[in-house]
T-cell receptor, first 109, second 114 residues
Framework: GQNIDQPTEMTATEGAIVQINCTYQTSGFNGLFWYQQHAGEAPTFLSYNVLDGLEEKGRFSSFLSRSKGYSYLLLKELQMKDSASYLCAVVDSNYQLIWGAGTKLIIKP | ETGVTQTPRHLVMGMTNKKSLKCEQHLGHNAMYWYKQSAKKPLELMFVYSLEERVENNSVPSRFSPECPNSSHLFLHLHTLQPEDSALYLC?????????????FGPGTRLLVL
């Protein structure tokens, strides 16, 4: 079967750094997405990785290792507004999008 | 207005009611999607439309009936729902139909079935 694993919930402190991991077992791989979803709002696109390595976008970075079936989202200089759920999704060999259940990130002052 | 809009934002209905959810996208996209989001579960893809043609139906019960009259509008008609259908229903669009395309989501309709 196909599976995406993310921690259910994480807590971090304002101004700190947090890493949200995503591991996947899918039939093939054609890319991995990260989305952010604030409570009661639409998921919004953060990043798309298809090649190994780190991609940086401001305070957010996303890393991919295809050989390990692993990705992480790194958030630096955390702000209270970063409190949200972070969704990992993988494109499989049939170009189907397989979603994780999301990681709820709680930022404390 | 920009992006993807959904109405209503909240809906309470009885099991014998008939209601419809509406989605509109102002992005000029050609593909639209309906998802079900339940607490602590992955997003479940329900329907995919590309250029107003249904291209995917993931074994969704017939009490959910989609309609796509044009590339900007998508409806989800609901009838004789069950309490377990209570969830957040999200609409999304993308430039073209393909899982590698970035999807843009609406804010969702929070549905409660009594």
């Amino acid at each position: 079967g196909q599976n995406i694993d993310q921690p259910t919930e994480m807590t971090a402190t304002e101004g700190a750094i947090v890493q949200i991991n995503c591991t996947y077992q899918t039939s093939g791989f054609n890319g991995l997405f990260w989305y952010q979803q604030h409570a009661g709002e639409a998921p919004t696109f953060l990043s798309y990785n298809v090649l190994d390595g780190l991609e940086e976008k401001g305070r957010f970075s996303s890393f991919l290792s295809r050989s390990k079936g692993y990705s992480y989202l790194l958030l630096k200089e955390l702000q209270m507004k970063d409190s949200a759920s972070y969704l990992c999704a993988v494109v499989d060999s049939n170009y189907q999008l397989i979603w994780g259940a999301g990681t709820k990130l709680i930022i404390k002052p | 207005e920009t992006g993807v809009t959904q109405t209503p934002r909240h809906l309470v209905m009885g099991m014998t009611n008939k209601k419809s959810l509406k989605c509109e996208q102002h992005l000029g996209h050609n593909a639209m999607y309906w998802y079900k989001q339940s607490a602590k579960k992955p997003l479940e893809l329900m329907f995919v439309y590309s250029l107003e043609e249904r291209v995917e139906n993931n074994s969704v019960p017939s009490r959910f009936s989609p309609e796509c009259p044009n590339s900007s509008h998508l409806f989800l008609h609901l009838h004789t729902l069950q309490p377990e259908d209570s969830a957040l229903y999200l609409c999304a669009s993308s430039h073209s139909q393909g899982a590698s395309e970035t999807q843009y989501f609406g804010p969702g309709t929070r549905l409660l079935v009594l």
